[in-house]
């Protein structure tokens, strides 16, 4: 081709009348990967051994014959020069003459043979014929560096019949020139991605198509200029099953939405748990809009718990329509019916279902609700004649429903559910059934992630506590109730762990001489809480801490694996001040308010220098009702919040004199979730109603992207405005990724508000007791420091004071003297015998006694007359008047003090220390026995008998000396205490009595 060209010009040369020559000329220059583009893009590196290929279009460019006159002659080219960051003249066999008006050139790159890197940026070009004569075209081309790739991941996981979307990130990606990307595997077909974007300089999209091959790849990004960047194995394509995936509840009423829990249970290595980050769930049901025609419907605020448990909300009402609501009708919501398939989608690309048989329902009719029932004890012989059943009261029951008890084999975790004999002419609102022995065959039982397995058993009645169910059996909507008390009438309390099984939840750490009380917020849910207290015996304590109490009467907690503990609660310390006020000895009683809310009462105690109080303060617990409404976020662009999922929680903080809660927090709000798509660019706009009475809000969000659910701090403090009209104007607050969350979480269920002043006694008191009768208080004995009814500082009381809750309110008047005991004591206890507590030894719900069991007057246990002394408090349905008068019983038991007392089940139990390690636990009767009934409590004299020892005795070993004791339900809780009553290090550990 060379010799054919050459003497083509030679020929034209010798006819030539000049040397000289034409003077090029340079019009422009291409990339043939990018004819039209101006200027050519040129990759600085790879291009093979040669380079990269670029025509120049021009005039005159003229080569010219050299060393005619030699052997060997030769043709003059053109020489091309590239000029910008760098210089580089191309060598002549980079060089080609295809014509005066084209040359085509390869332009070296760091890969090339010889290598010459040319830095990114503009470059003219060049070209001198072998005349001399030259021209140039200034910045005809622009040389750039190739792409890198540093991560390739399918955000939604990937599917087998939908393009699945991948994001790649990286650098050297060009905004309207879109790349060619590619995944090679071993073994495996190239597939070229399609819809491919690039969103900007660092971030691309993609689809893979559907029908891939599962498998590695490596994934190959190629600029259009030609230059390419390989990220070897850099994308999984895996269609990986989930485990079996159950939900609870399976069914919701049409006119709310409802939050739903999805179980994942992997059950081999080709099964995979949840990832992290946001799942996708999808319900396939149709919409009331189009009511023949089932469509994907996303569930809401889905949210990673941990790798087995996703949480997500079934839009029931509101369907695919923005919320809030506003209809109560619900015309955008799910046609009731179904069960329902639900579709899981984790952000792996695993995906898996739970079928339509075990879906979810929603309900034309409300959820049933039980209300009551009757009677709320029976004893282990049952309720087996039809006259004189089990009542079940409440609200929509469902036609043909059925009760069943529930209850928790010790030592599984299944719960088992048997269906009692009905009984009576049931109704949407009363059921009636006999509770006996019931066989294996009439019952089913429950895994801990809701799915029905066959019963490995029946049950027989024994002491304990029962959860009533009204099932529904046309849906499976139903109602639990906690619970059905049942005891033993010939045993005492016991801890063994073939009758109840021990609690693994603990303290925080060592407590003794403080209240343990049980308190339920506006919903109905009970905590366990411990109040104050000491470590050592002598420093005081100001912490509080709660544990939540479930169904069947075990104990949540902060769990680490199978480690549990109560939760600190340090934003509500004792102390109605600013500062906290640390204290041992108190004593305390909950006030529980229709409508509303419980509220914790702490009265008297013992200072740090070791003098009495008598402080009275009040702390609510926090109301669900009161937090703030978030609204679904909204995710945007312009901040720095990297892609993926964040968690949102937003909670008020009360003004400084608000009367219940001065200067606390409110429980947050739902925990929404925020996808961010935006690499390094997001921003998430946060909206909620106002809260009247707020003075400012407190805004959480999780610290990283795909963080579990729940582990938000706190990310900003927002001012809040004036609060008024109908709607109440909206907050908003946007995150742009400025601000890192730290320091305090979000208050949990069961925290508690400020504690504020609610009075103070009439005599300041330390290491006494309280009881609430109705809306009574009444305070009894302990000892004083300084105070009209204390003659020297240290003197142990006899008398007792009282204070009348406001019915219906957490109000409390101010206290005044009752009247006196016989015996001065303190670390003592009390109880109340009424119909109540002994309904089968009282004729009337009029009359009530208080019973003040045991104590001390400075060193071992009283001993002798007295022990136990009595008054009537209540007396034809009113208080009894000041100043009452106390008696003292004459019970035969012995002599503890730092123990418990209740009267429970027509029974008397009395357990303390006796000395040293020394332990005693008491029982029988509160007012003995007439023939083989409980003899009936008319007077001050039917309070006596002999109290029969027995052989309980607490799991941790010693007396508990002036633990926490509480009774709740079919359980006495007792908490920490003393290894003796000398003192030593106190207990973390918590166990529970069954009655």
């Given amino acids: 081709m060379r010799i054919t060209v050459a003497a083509a010009l030679l020929t034209l040369v010798a006819c030539s009348r000049t040397t000289e020559g034409?003077?090029?000329?340079?019009?422009?220059?291409?990339?043939?990967?990018?004819?039209?583009?101006?200027?050519?893009?040129?990759?600085?590196?790879?291009?093979?051994?040669?380079?990269?290929?670029?025509?120049?279009?021009?005039?005159?460019?003229?080569?010219?014959?050299?060393?005619?006159?030699?052997?060997?002659?030769?043709?003059?080219?053109?020489?091309?020069?590239?000029?910008?960051?760098?210089?580089?003249?191309?060598?002549?066999?980079?060089?080609?003459?295809?014509?005066?008006?084209?040359?085509?050139?390869?332009?070296?790159?760091?890969?090339?043979?010889?290598?010459?890197?040319l830095a990114p940026g503009n470059y003219s070009v060049e070209v001198k014929n072998p005349s001399g004569t030259s021209g140039q075209l200034a910045d005809a081309l622009l040389v750039v560096p190739p792409p890198t790739l540093t991560s390739a991941v399918a955000p939604e996981g990937f599917t087998q019949t939908a393009p699945s979307p991948v994001e790649l990130a990286g650098t050297g990606?060009?905004?309207?020139?879109?790349?060619?990307?590619?995944?090679?595997?071993?073994?495996?077909?190239?597939?070229?991605?399609?819809?491919?974007a690039v969103v900007s300089t660092t971030r691309v999209t993609a689809n893979v198509p559907p029908n891939t091959p599962a498998g590695t790849y490596d994934v190959v990004i190629t600029n259009p200029e030609g230059c390419a960047f390989t990220l070897p194995q850099g994308l999984e394509v895996s269609f990986v099953r989930l485990g079996t995936l159950s939900i609870d509840p399976r069914f919701g009423w049409r006119r709310q939405n409802q939050s739903i829990t999805v179980f994942n249970t992997p059950a081999s290595t080709e099964e995979q748990s949840f990832s992290g980050g946001l799942p996708e769930i999808i319900l396939?049901?149709?919409?009331?809009?189009?009511?023949?025609?089932?469509?994907?419907?996303?569930?809401?605020?889905?949210?990673?718990?941990?790798?087995?448990?996703?949480?997500?909300?079934?839009?029931?009402?509101?369907?695919?329509?923005?919320?809030?609501?506003?209809?109560?009708?619900?015309?955008?919501?799910?046609?009731?019916?179904?069960?329902?398939?639900?579709?899981?989608?984790?952000?792996?690309?695993?995906?898996?279902?739970?079928?339509?048989?075990?879906?979810?329902?929603?309900?034309?009719?409300?959820?049933?609700?039980?209300?009551?029932?009757?009677p709320s004890a029976i004893t282990t012989n049952g309720l087996t004649d039809a006259a004189n059943p089990l009542v079940v009261t409440g609200s929509n029951f469902g036609a043909n429903a059925k009760v069943q008890l529930l209850i928790k084999p010790i030592g599984s975790q299944n719960i088992r559910a048997c269906d009692l004999t009905a009984t009576g002419t049931p109704s949407a609102t009363e059921l009636r059934a006999l509770v006996n022995n019931v066989a294996a065959d009439k019952c089913v039982e429950y895994t801990p992630i809701g799915t029905q397995v066959a019963a490995t058993g029946g049950f027989a009645l024994s002491e304990g506590l029962y959860v009533v169910r009204v099932q529904n059996t046309t849906?499976?909507?139903?109602?639990?109730?906690?619970?059905?008390?049942?005891?033993?009438?010939?045993?005492?309390?016991?801890?063994?762990?073939?009758?109840?099984?021990?609690?693994?939840?603990?303290?925080?750490?060592?407590?003794?001489?403080?209240?343990?009380?049980?308190?339920?917020?506006?919903?109905?849910?009970?905590?366990?809480?411990a109040l104050g207290g000491t470590p050592n015996g002598t420093t005081p304590l100001a912490s509080v801490e709660m544990a939540p109490v479930t169904l069947f009467g075990e104990l949540g907690g902060q769990c680490t694996g199978s480690t549990c503990t109560f939760r600190p609660l340090e934003?509500?310390?004792?102390?109605?001040?600013?500062?906290?006020?640390?204290?041992?000895?108190?004593?305390?009683?909950?006030?529980?308010?229709?409508g509303d809310t419980s509220y914790l009462v702490v009265l008297g105690g013992v200072r740090a220098d070791g003098t009495a109080m008598n402080t009275v303060e009040r702390a609510q617990v926090l109301k669900v009702a009161d937090a703030p409404a978030l609204l679904p976020p909204t995710p945007g662009t312009g901040g720095t919040l990297p892609a993926g999922a964040f968690y949102y929680r937003v909670s008020a903080l009360r003004a400084a004199d608000d009367p219940k809660n001065p200067g606390g927090e409110t429980l947050p709000s739902d925990e929404y979730p925020v996808k961010i798509d935006a690499a390094g660019g997001g921003s998430t706009t946060?909206?909620?109603?106002?809260?009247?009475?707020?003075?400012?809000?407190?805004?959480?969000?999780?610290?990283?992207?795909?963080?579990?659910?729940?582990?938000?701090?706190?990310?900003?403090?927002?001012?809040?405005?004036?609060?008024?009209?109908?709607?109440?104007?909206?907050?908003?607050?946007?995150?742009?990724?400025?601000?890192?969350?730290?320091?305090?979480?979000?208050?949990?269920?069961?925290?508690?508000?400020?504690?504020?002043?609610?009075?103070?006694?009439?005599?300041?008191r330390g290491n006494t007791a309280a009881r609430l009768v109705d809306d009574t208080l009444y305070v009894v004995g302990g000892f004083c420091s300084t105070g009209t009814l204390c003659p020297s500082a240290g003197t142990i009381l006899t008398n007792v004071e009282t204070a009348t809750f406001t019915a219906n309110t957490a109000d409390l008047g101010g206290f005044g003297p009752l009247g006196n005991l016989n015996?001065?004591?303190?670390?003592?206890?009390?109880?109340?015998?009424?119909?109540?507590?002994?309904?089968?030894?009282?004729?009337?719900?009029?009359?009530?006694?208080?019973?003040?069991?045991?104590?001390?007057?400075?060193?071992?246990?009283?001993?002798?007359?007295?022990?136990?002394?009595?008054?009537?408090?209540k007396s034809g349905g009113f208080p009894s008047p000041a100043p009452t008068i106390?008696?003292?019983?004459?019970?035969?038991?012995?002599?503890?003090?730092?123990?418990?007392?209740?009267?429970?089940?027509?029974?008397?139990?009395?357990?303390?220390?006796?000395?040293?390690?020394?332990?005693?636990?008491?029982?029988?009767?509160?007012?003995?026995?007439?023939?083989?009934?409980?003899?009936?409590?008319?007077?001050?004299?039917?309070?006596?008998?002999?109290?029969?020892a027995t052989s309980v005795s607490y799991l941790s070993g010693g007396p508990r000396y002036l633990s926490g004791n509480v009774l709740f339900r079919a359980f006495v809780y007792t908490a920490g205490g003393f290894p003796n009553d000398a003192g030593g290090t106190p207990t973390d550990t918590v166990e529970r009595l069954v009655y």
């Fill in 22 to 117: 034409p003077t090029p000329s340079v019009s422009g220059a291409t990339n043939p990967r990018q004819p039209g583009l101006q200027p050519a893009r040129v990759c600085n590196a790879q291009g093979g051994t040669s380079g990269w290929r670029v025509s120049l279009a021009g005039n005159g460019f003229a080569p010219m014959p050299q060393d005619v006159l030699t052997d060997s002659p030769r043709v003059g080219l053109p020489e091309v020069t590239l000029r910008g960051s760098s210089t580089a003249t191309l060598p002549r066999e980079r060089v080609f003459f295809v014509s005066a008006t084209q040359l085509d050139v390869d332009v070296p790159t760091r890969d090339t043979s010889p290598a010459q890197e």
């Fill in 173 to 196: 990606f060009r905004t309207g020139e879109v790349p060619t990307i590619v995944i090679r595997g071993t073994g495996l077909p190239e597939v070229t991605l399609t819809d491919v």
């Fill in 284 to 374: 396939l049901a149709p919409l009331k809009a189009d009511p023949s025609k089932p469509v994907e419907i996303p569930l809401r605020r889905a949210a990673f718990v941990n790798g087995n448990t996703v949480t997500a909300v079934v839009p029931t009402c509101s369907g695919n329509a923005a919320l809030p609501l506003t209809d109560p009708e619900c015309p955008n919501g799910i046609v009731p019916g179904g069960p329902y398939a639900v579709r899981v989608k984790d952000p792996s690309g695993a995906a898996g279902a739970v079928t339509a048989e075990n879906g979810f329902t929603v309900l034309e009719e409300p959820v049933p609700a039980i209300a009551s029932i009757a």
């Fill in 475 to 529: 849906n499976p909507a139903y109602a639990n109730y906690s619970g059905l008390i049942v005891t033993n009438p010939s045993a005492n309390p016991t801890n063994e762990a073939s009758k109840v099984a021990p609690l693994t939840t603990k303290l925080t750490g060592p407590r003794a001489s403080f209240p343990l009380v049980v308190a339920t917020d506006d919903l109905g849910q009970p905590y366990l809480y």
């Fill in 571 to 594: 934003r509500s310390p004792l102390g109605a001040g600013a500062s906290p006020v640390a204290r041992r000895g108190h004593t305390a009683v909950v006030r529980t308010v229709p």
């Fill in 686 to 764: 946060l909206a909620w109603p106002c809260i009247p009475g707020a003075a400012s809000y407190r805004v959480y969000r999780t610290v990283d992207a795909n963080a579990v659910s729940g582990s938000e701090l706190l990310l900003d403090e927002v001012p809040a405005a004036a609060c008024t009209g109908s709607p109440l104007p909206e907050v908003s607050y946007t995150d742009n990724g400025s601000k890192t969350p730290a320091g305090d979480a979000p208050l949990p269920a069961g925290a508690l508000g400020k504690w504020v002043s609610a009075g103070t006694l009439f005599q300041g």
């Fill in 823 to 873: 015996r001065a004591r303190q670390r003592h206890s009390l109880a109340v015998a009424s119909s109540v507590t002994a309904p089968n030894a009282f004729t009337t719900d009029q009359d009530a006694w208080l019973l003040v069991v045991g104590g001390d007057a400075g060193g071992a246990p009283l001993t002798g007359t007295g022990i136990i002394e009595t008054a009537q408090v």
């Fill in 886 to 948: 106390f008696t003292q019983a004459t019970y035969n038991t012995a002599s503890t003090h730092g123990g418990w007392t209740e009267v429970v089940a027509n029974y008397l139990f009395q357990a303390g220390a006796t000395g040293g390690t020394g332990f005693a636990f008491r029982s029988n009767l509160v007012c003995g026995r007439t023939g083989s009934d409980p003899a009936k409590c008319t007077s001050d004299t039917s309070f006596g008998g002999t109290l029969n």
